[in-house]
């Protein structure tokens, strides 16, 4: 199992920038698929973004955030972000990290580790 702890969560403007950070521990983390969601109040968890430990690969979730969130890795700091530029009031949610050994794809029941969220707020 791989242990994970998010921060970077906050307030900020609309078109404003976050940069989320996501620790994780364990034996096998540089090779773990790595992966954000994202839930605001009465909505399901809503795939973000996900990357792959050993090519690096990455894929992305709704339309509405490609083009303005990047994940990337450092396997030497065991370390996930998630860059988040032009922030709008509909990206307000608690925002997840996840890991999993296998699991390379955008559904959250795939993943198998999980942090306990950041709350990212974006106003208008």
């Known amino acids: 199992q791989v242990q994970l702890v998010e921060s970077g969560g906050g307030l900020v403007q609309a078109g404003g920038s976050l940069r989320l950070s996501c620790a994780a521990s364990?034996?096998?983390?540089?090779?773990?698929?790595m992966g954000w969601f994202r839930q605001a109040p009465g909505k399901e968890r809503e795939f973000v973004a996900a990357?792959?430990?050993?090519?690096?690969?990455?894929?992305y979730g709704a339309d509405s955030v490609k083009g303005r969130f990047t994940i990337s890795r450092d396997n030497a700091k065991n370390t996930v972000y998630l860059q988040m530029n032009s922030l709008q009031p509909e990206d307000t949610a608690v925002y997840y990290c996840?890991?999993?050994?296998?699991?390379?794809?955008?559904?959250?029941?795939?993943?198998?580790?999980w942090g306990q969220g950041t709350q990212v707020t974006v106003s208008s």
């Open positions: 990357i792959s430990g050993r090519s690096g690969n990455s894929i």
């Open positions: 364990g034996r096998t983390v540089s090779s773990a698929v």
């Open positions: 996840a890991a999993d050994q296998h699991y390379y794809g955008r559904d959250y029941k795939g993943f198998a580790s």
